[in-house]
């Protein structure tokens, strides 16, 4: 179940929700070249576009539970991540 706080930011349009949704739609480095001086995705970032894709808010093009989709997204967007996010992502198959 999707969390009161969650909500609340999408309803706010918290900056958040659309790094999260960025992540699912693996259309990070839009937002990333849109900014350059944006922080980079964290694993803060990657759980709640977990947390979105696991209660079906969004649909998401990356199957966290697919090793292969995952390394993929990691590979593609390296540079747009810090060392916490790649972490969160790959963490589970290790």
Known sequence: MIKPEILKMAINQD???NRAIAILKDNWFSIYDDSPFMDKMSANDVQLAKNLSKNNIINSKIDFNDYARVHKFVINNEKYM???AKD???GAFY
């Open 15 to 17: 900056n958040r929700i």
């Open 88 to 90: 969160e992502l790959l």
């Open 82 to 84: 810090d060392g916490t």
